[in-house]
């Protein structure tokens, strides 16, 4: 069965400082792969998604993720993080189910000035 | 494009009162719909998911029920909340089947709902 699991609940940077938010799938198949983020009492917006080809994907607000097969991973990243990153951020995989998605428990980004 | 509609925002009710919250979708049609709860410090879980008009999907047995009664209406609703349904409601859809490419959904704002 498919699962995900992000292993950093919590998670503080500088502003300006890369970032690097980890997530590792079960799924024996080619995945479909998303990262969103969930700033508090709000939804979940999309950052980006991987489904096939290149496996380093841009997305908005200047995040990228890559894609490892051989890790089963899909890591979320940015350059130079901002104040207005801080947020939640939930990866997710799809496939098996059809129309359904898998959530992991999400990751908190602090932002310290 | 599509939005996503949510209502209300923000919701207190007493334990033994019923519930009804709405979501609607613009600018699609025969989308897949997803209700989701987040509780306090926790995950995204999957409540009732509908691939179309009346078609409902219960993923955990619990004190709610979904109903689909228009293509892009989605309605969870609760005969008597408990306290344990304070929450996060988060409405979702997704392209349907014959255009869907790579499964993502797309989420409304949310309704907070307190039991009290």
């Known amino acids: 069965a498919q699962s995900v699991t992000q292993p950093d609940i919590h998670i503080t940077v500088s502003e300006g400082a890369s970032l690097e938010l980890r997530c590792n799938y079960s799924y024996g198949a080619t995945p479909y792969l998303f990262w969103y983020v969930q700033s508090p009492g709000q939804g979940l917006q999309l950052l980006l998604k991987y489904f096939s080809g290149d496996t380093l994907v841009q997305g908005i607000k200047g995040f990228e993720a890559e894609f490892k097969r051989s890790q089963s991973s899909f890591n979320l990243r940015k350059p130079s993080v901002h104040w207005s990153d801080a947020a939640e951020y939930f990866c997710?995989?799809?496939?098996?189910?059809?129309?359904?998605?898998?959530f992991g428990a999400g990751t908190i980004l602090r932002v310290k000035s | 494009s599509q939005t996503i509609h949510q209502w209300p925002a923000t919701l207190v009710q007493p334990v033994g009162s019923p519930l009804s919250l709405e979501c609607t979708v613009e600018g699609t049609s025969n989308p897949n719909l997803y209700w989701y709860r987040q509780a306090a410090g926790r995950g995204l879980q999957l409540l009732f998911y509908?691939?179309?008009?009346?078609?409902i999907s219960s993923e955990v047995p619990q004190n709610l029920s979904a109903s689909r009664p228009q293509d892009r209406q989605f309605i969870l609703s609760s005969k008597k909340l408990l306290l344990s349904d304070s929450g996060f409601y988060l409405c979702a859809w997704s392209p349907p089947p014959r255009l869907a490419v790579t499964y993502e959904q797309y989420f409304g704002p949310g309704t907070r709902l307190t039991v009290t």
């Open positions: 997710a995989v799809g496939g098996e189910y059809g129309n359904k998605l898998v």
């Open positions: 509908s691939v179309g008009i009346g078609q």
